[in-house]
């Protein structure tokens, strides 16, 4: 009967992986493939549907003959591997099966680096693809997925042998294992493992936000699969539950071919897939991101996850939930000032020495309040020690590289401060320090310089030219360093560059007055760096320079005249009332440096006015007179 001969057939099925498994001289393995080939286009439900946990050592079987080192064997293996897969699309117009199954024997083969040898594997890879350009009855699909298949799998083996070698340079090590994550997207299981592994490595680092980030990325993962095999009212509809803590985690989504069926070809297997554990997943999760001070994404976190709870009627479960929702709220509340976030680096690699590397420009996340000599003499050292201290350059402005001037036997890394950069609309958008610094993918830099050539002169020559970098993905992400994969520049004129300063200026000022409980101490910083005895002659200077001539009557007034001069009273206001706070908040000890810089503001003040009301109606000849006469005392005194 029909049960009878499946019986049979997964029996003789069974033979044919246990002939492969013994040692075998190459005369009697050519006749087992041949005789397996005819087998699987005979009977081919028997390994894709009867017998199709068996997919998995058949797979592993011949994955360890395409890397004989003898050709004949390589060949027979090869060319079973090639049927295989097309028998599997012929039957349902794509090979997800054969694809999971060799990635996750891939993966079991990397770990034992005795068991096949590299160059050989690689071999029979591509001889996959001449099969494909060879056999004219395969369509351009079928071919296109043969091509895919055997990149990821060349990706994978490459980028795990590699991590012995850079061990100990941690930003490498994480993008060879994210990149061995990502080659596993059709086995989520093993996509699962390298996210744990990429979570434990970050932790040795203490970079508890990235190991968050992979976490959650595991949490994602698990619940879109989760809902794919049973979609519940009470469980999260996918990963994009998540989305709002983090957009990265959409990559998560299951939506190519390969992943349509978990349940039929056999994925989803572990523990992650128990409810238990992905609650222990969220747990340990929120856990990392209160360590690193992220306590805005706890509650989102957790919310997901509410209805779950409530469908079991947990409510010793759904207790603990609100309460450690209630402290990140509380730890928003109270440390809302005194939260510090990443420092960013843009880090260009330059020249043949750093292989991969070279000509990449990367953005790293360093810890809060990292200076750039720290960052510097850690890459100095790391290179230093790889290449040799004589091989390296580090190159300290953040004007481009020219490679034609680069010597060639010798390595440059050119490291430069980079800020998050955020349009006026997003500004608008984003009203918190840490809105302001999270989910950002743009950066930007500075560089001044003169029409003259260099860098730096007086203030109606100064310019800047401001670059803007967009990274592959946004921070936080579960690497430290992202890929820059777009660049912009723009130019300052002079006044717009005197602008920016003051704007800067007038947002130190209001942080300062907008912490709650107040800080005297970067209170008195901030009007130190404002009003303070030695500067209080930048913002006159650049009143003179930039407004003079409009209050004069001489010049008429361009848009970024009024800009300017409303950028100055708004610096007035502020200055004003930092000065109102501190008065409320020293001791008496402070009352003559409290007279002191209310002497300078009232200097500055006094100065400032007749340079910046020309706005008002008010403003009259006599007073552009007086404008003229204190410029042109001015001018006296410099040339003196």
């Known amino acids: 009967g029909t049960e009878t001969l499946a019986c049979h057939l997964g029996l003789i099925l069974r033979l044919y992986l246990r002939c492969l498994s013994l040692s075998q001289c190459s005369t009697a393995l050519h006749s087992v493939f041949a005789s397996l080939r005819s087998f699987l286009m005979k009977y081919p439900e028997t390994v894709f549907e009867e017998e199709a946990d068996q997919c998995t050592s058949l797979c592993l079987q011949l994955l360890r003959y395409c890397g004989s080192r ?71 699909n079928f071919s296109g997925q043969v091509q895919d298949l055997v990149l990821n799998l060349h990706t994978i083996l490459s980028d795990t042998i590699k991590m012995k070698e850079f061990a100990e340079d941690p930003e490498m090590l994480v993008d060879l294992m994210y990149r061995v994550a990502k080659g596993y997207a059709n086995s989520p299981d093993l996509r699962l493992t390298w996210l744990q592994n990429m979570a434990r490595q970050h932790l040795t680092h203490k970079h508890y936000a990235e190991a968050g980030m992979c976490l959650l990325h595991s949490v994602s993962l698990v619940v879109e699969y989760l809902h794919m095999m049973d979609p519940v009212q009470y469980m999260p509809v996918g990963c994009a539950a998540f989305s709002a803590i983090s957009k990265n985690v959409l990559e998560e989504s299951a939506v190519s071919d390969d992943v349509i069926s978990p349940e039929e070809d056999g994925v989803c297997c572990s523990n992650w897939f128990l409810r238990p554990e992905l609650l222990a997943l969220v747990d340990h999760s929120a856990q990392f991101f209160e360590l690193s001070g992220l306590y805005e994404f706890i509650e989102p976190l957790y919310t997901a996850l509410l209805p779950l709870h409530r469908h079991n009627k947990d409510y010793r479960r759904l207790a603990a939930v609100y309460a450690k ?29 750093f292989g991969d590397l070279d000509g990449e420009e990367f953005v790293y996340k360093e810890p809060p309040l990292t200076k750039l000599p720290e960052i510097s003499h850690r890459l100095e050292r790391f290179y230093g020690d790889r290449f040799g201290p004589d091989n390296l350059v580090i190159v300290k402005d953040s004007n481009a590289v020219e490679r034609e001037r680069l010597d060639q036997n010798k390595a440059y890394i050119q490291i430069t401060y980079v800020e998050p950069y955020l349009e006026p609309y997003e500004l608008r958008e984003r009203q918190s320090q840490f809105e302001r610094n999270n989910g950002i993918a743009t950066f930007v830099y500075s560089t001044p310089y003169t029409q003259s050539g260099r860098a730096h002169g007086d203030l109606q020559d100064q310019c800047k030219r401001k670059t803007v970098l967009t990274t592959s ?54 009007l130190q ?33 009024h800009k300017l001069r409303l950028a100055f009273k708004e610096f007035l206001l502020k200055s004003h009332d930092a000065l109102a706070k501190n008065r409320d908040l020293i001791m008496s000890d402070q009352v003559d440096y409290q007279t002191e810089m209310e002497k300078n503001y009232q200097l500055i003040k006094d100065q400032l006015l007749p340079l910046t009301s020309w706005g008002n109606p008010s403003f009259d000849r006599e007073q552009r007179n007086v404008v003229a006469a204190r410029r042109k005392s001015n001018s006296s005194m410099s040339s003196c």
């Open 70 to 140: 003898l050709t004949e064997v390589r060949t027979q293996a090869t060319a079973t591997l090639y049927l295989l897969m097309r028998i599997n699309y012929t039957r349902k117009f794509h090979f997800s099966k054969v694809k999971m199954q060799l990635t996750m024997a891939l993966s079991s083969f990397v770990s034992d680096r005795e068991m096949f040898n590299e160059d050989y594997l690689r071999r029979s890879l591509k001889a996959l693809l001449s099969y494909t350009d060879r056999d004219e009855a395969v369509c351009e």
């Open 325 to 353: 929702m209630r402290d990140s709220c509380d730890n928003i509340a109270f440390n809302e000032s005194k939260r510090m976030f990443g420092t960013y680096f843009r880090i260009g690699f330059y020249g043949h020495r």
């Open 473 to 526: 993905h946004s921070f936080p992400y579960i690497k430290t360093r992202l890929q820059v994969i777009h660049t912009k520049s723009f130019n300052l004129t002079p006044i717009e560059v005197a602008i920016e300063d003051l704007e800067k200026k007038n947002a130190e000022l209001t942080r300062a007055l907008e912490l709650n409980p107040p800080d005297l101490k970067i209170l008195q910083m901030v």
């Open 529 to 561: 760096g404002s009003i303070g005895a030695t500067v209080n002659q930048g913002p006159v200077e650049m009143a003179s320079v930039f407004l003079a001539s409009v209050a004069e009557g001489t010049q008429p007034a361009a848009p970024a005249h």
